[in-house]
């Protein structure tokens, strides 16, 4: 059960870096296999993948400000996917007990759901 919710946790944290990618208006795209093979360098994945695949990119950019604007891309996608994600009815107790809402979190009637906003320049 483990591993099946590690994994989970790994797809939810690769599908936010290519929902960040496409906010960022760059093409890239990481499969499973390209994901994994990253991981093996932790916090340095984005920029091995952008020394190795997009390099070209560095003439441009500095590496810090792209590996920046990605990662906190990548956060704004995760932190959104995880907060509008249903609560399992398994769950539900364990949410009750420590006052959050069954349905996700509370919010006052005039907060709304955050948004994900196409960046107005691309970076490719």
Partial sequence: MLNALLGQ?????????????????????????TYA????????????????EQAHLLRAYEADFLIDAIEAAQLRCHTSTVANRPRPASHSWISNSYGCA??????????STPTHRPASTALT
């Fill in 102 to 111: 069954p349905d996700g979190p509370r919010q006052h009637a005039s907060s």
């Fill in 37 to 52: 093979r990253l991981q093996a360098h932790g916090r340095n994945a984005v920029r091995v993948y952008l020394e190795t």
């Fill in 9 to 33: 946790t790994a797809e939810a944290h690769r599908h936010a870096y290519n929902a960040a990618f496409e906010e960022l208006g760059l093409t890239w795209y990481w499969d499973a296999a």
